[in-house]
């Protein structure tokens, strides 16, 4: 069972609809947020997601795309980032039942990186127990009757499918 041939979605690939005004961050988030409607109820990858954050973000690299003042190559850049890095505006719950729904004031360095070159976070991607185990429900996109595997399950198959370009994982 599969539910569709998964595709990825390149970002750098859209950049130059970006650069001749063709297309934008936000066009490009709004394919992103289709496509997580359509395939998430299916894949789960997602414990959480922040559109109105991301919607603003975009909004924010559409603009810098069209002044010609693009703070990095992945400025408007959708990303997931795995559920055992703290985000500020999203919960952070280690994918464990101890956590859930725990809410950070800050983003630890990764993301706060991320979003000082113009990345749009768009969701937290689940991950097994403090990122060890056991698997907490993500399918793998090419055969929904398998897990993605891993910590990072949520992040890997939730840009395997194209929901999103690219994201965060770990490994220890």
């Known amino acids: 069972m599969a539910i569709g041939t998964p595709e990825k979605r390149s970002y750098r690939a859209a950049a130059s609809s970006f650069e001749d005004g063709t ?3 936000r066009d490009f988030l709004e394919d992103c947020v289709e496509a997580i409607d359509r395939m998430e109820p299916d894949i789960g990858a997602f414990v959480a997601t ?10 924010e690299a559409s603009a810098r795309w069209k002044s010609g003042k693009t ?6 850049m959708p990303l997931c980032i795995k559920d055992i890095m703290e985000t500020a505006h999203m919960p952070t719950g280690q ?3 101890l956590f ?3 809410q950070g004031t800050r983003d630890c360095a990764a993301v ?8 749009v976070i768009l969701a937290k991607a689940v991950t097994t127990e403090f990122a060890a ?18 910590s990072s399950s949520g992040t890997a198959a939730s840009i395997a499918c194209g929901m999103v370009p690219g994201g965060l994982g770990t490994q220890g």
């Open 23 to 25: 297309s934008s961050p």
């Open 50 to 59: 922040n559109m109105d954050g991301a919607r603003k973000a975009a909004d």
């Open 71 to 76: 703070l990095s190559l992945i400025d408007g």
């Open 95 to 97: 994918g464990s039942d």
């Open 100 to 102: 859930t729904g725990w």
């Open 112 to 119: 706060a990186a991320l979003r000082e070159v113009g990345a």
């Open 133 to 150: 185990q056991p698997a907490r429900g993500t399918r793998n996109p090419w055969d929904l009757t398998r897990t993605p595997g891993g």
